[in-house]
Nanobody
Framework: QVQLVESGGGEPQAGGSLRLSCAAS????????MGWFRQAPGKEREFVGT????????NYADSVKGRFTISRDRAKNTVYLQMNTLKPEDTAVYYC???????????????WGQGTQVTVSS
């Protein structure tokens, strides 16, 4: 099993920045990719981006490309989501996930954190 704990949520203003963290523990060696997803009220969970543990290769949704950056600290088993130039439409609960394969579909991810709320005010 892999345990994931997100932190860093908050209530920034539009145009501001926020950094989320996701600490992984347990059998982390069984996972290859870490992902970030988000879910706004009344909407389905959507893909934000992914990173590979080994090479640090990243992939982003078009809606966040150029504004969000995913990084990882392998020594700390922690993944980060740096969010800049935030917009009100970025408001959502943000989840990190872990899997052995990369996918934009939440259904293909094996492990999930509890989520952290980000509310961007205009």
């Amino acid at each position: 099993q892999v345990q994931l704990v997100e932190s860093g949520g908050g209530e920034p203003q539009a145009g501001g920045s926020l950094r989320l963290s996701c600490a992984a523990s347990g059998r982390t060696f069984t996972t290859t990719y870490m992902g970030w997803f988000r879910q706004a009220p009344g909407k389905e969970r959507e893909f934000v981006g992914t990173i590979s543990w080994s090479a640090g290769t990243t992939n982003y949704a078009d809606s966040v490309k150029g504004r969000f950056t995913i990084s990882r600290d392998r020594a700390k088993n922690t993944v980060y989501l740096q969010m800049n130039t935030l917009k009100p439409e970025d408001t959502a609960v943000y989840y990190c996930a872990a899997s052995t394969s990369v996918s934009v579909s939440p259904r293909n991810w094996n492990y999930w954190g509890q989520g952290t709320q980000v509310t961007v005010s205009s």
